[in-house]
């Protein structure tokens, strides 16, 4: 007989929401990361069974609706027009063939369908049309999220109307280290978007990537920030950087799963009540790194053979690994 998580009761719901901190230190985050891999993993886990069946795993699909030629330089990014070999500038993508992918992806498993567009902003023309995107996507049943770059308080209010669930902006790294990586934003610049966004009404999904060159401190950095959040962002994506030829990182020095696994782990631990979601760099992972990550705290996968530009795992392949450790699909996103 399958075992489930037991259901809360309105008390205990309280009782956990007056746990969550939003004042932790670098120091306590930089400690949770050198812990010793058995007691992180211990405390992750805990905390993990505290706020979501151990067993389940939100499916997400994300969709890049407008490719290349993007005007920022984030040193990570194929998409950046500003690197000397750069993905191909596509226009928009057709409302009719965006909603054909999301059905497909509704009867591949997915309960949210993630649109992403390489925009430094999204103009009005452009936004207009996402908006009929948003609503499609809606009527089909599934939860809608958008990434297009930096929003305007006016803008996020006009996603909102069209029914949008959440809105992807990630930080990507500490504060300090994030001058080496882009020049076109400001750190402030990505809070402003998501104070916009939440003021708006509509759920965060922010996160940020490992590999890129920084270091522990960095990491803690990036979490301290995540965490101390006036809200917690309802998804926290952490992406494992992709080394694509052609931009500024392609020889970054790879990370190890263990060490992923602690930032995993540190995001679960500051941010229980969050989903925190394996994105880019799963491909990278083998099955026995995907295991240990999900033992960390994860429980939101993107699923499709791609995201946005880069590879991801094969639906067979997280439908097998899936069903070899004993996990299902969420039925629930929220």
Request: hydrophobic fraction near 40%; charge should be negative; include cysteine.
């Amino acid at each position: 007989m399958a075992l489930h998580a037991q259901p809360v009761t309105p008390s205990a719901d309280m009782t956990r929401k007056s746990e969550i901190r939003h004042d932790w230190t670098r120091d306590e985050v930089a400690a949770l990361l050198a812990l010793p891999f058995p007691e992180l993993m211990f405390r992750a886990q805990s905390l993990h069974r505290t706020y979501f069946d151990p067993n389940e795993v939100q499916i997400s699909t994300l969709l890049s609706i407008k490719t290349g030629g993007c005007p920022e330089d984030c040193a990570y990014c194929p998409q950046s027009a500003r690197h000397a070999e750069r993905q191909q500038a596509e226009r928009l993508m057709s409302i009719e063939k965006v909603l054909d992918e999301a059905k497909r992806a509704k009867d591949a498993g997915a309960g949210r369908f993630c649109m992403g567009a390489a925009w430094r902003t999204p103009k009005d023309h452009d936004l207009e049309t996402v908006c009929e995107m948003i609503r499609g996507v809606k009527a089909l049943g599934l939860e809608s999220c958008v990434t297009l770059g930096m929003l305007t308080a006016a803008q996020s209010a006009a996603l909102k109307e069209a029914g949008l669930d959440y809105y992807n902006h990630n930080l990507d790294t500490s504060e300090e280290f994030y001058s080496q990586i882009i020049s076109t934003r400001t750190y402030q610049d990505r809070l402003d978007t998501l104070e916009n966004v939440r003021d708006a009404g509509i759920h965060v999904c922010c996160g940020g990537i490992v590999g890129m060159g920084e270091d522990e401190n960095d990491r803690a950095g990036l979490i301290t920030t995540l965490a101390n959040l006036p809200q917690h962002p309802e998804s926290v994506p952490i992406n494992l950087l992709i080394r694509v030829a052609g931009t500024p990182l392609e020889n970054a020095a790879p990370i190890d799963p263990i060490t992923f696994a602690r930032v995993v782990a540190a995001a679960r631990i500051t941010m229980p009540a969050s989903h925190v979601r394996l994105a880019a760099g799963r491909e990278l992972l083998s099955d026995e790194a995907h295991a240990l990550v999900f033992m960390a705290g994860a429980n939101s996968i993107f699923c499709g053979d791609k995201l946005l530009t880069t590879p991801n795992p094969s639906e067979h392949r997280d439908r097998r690994l899936l069903a070899q450790l004993g996990m299902r699909p969420a039925t629930k996103t929220h």
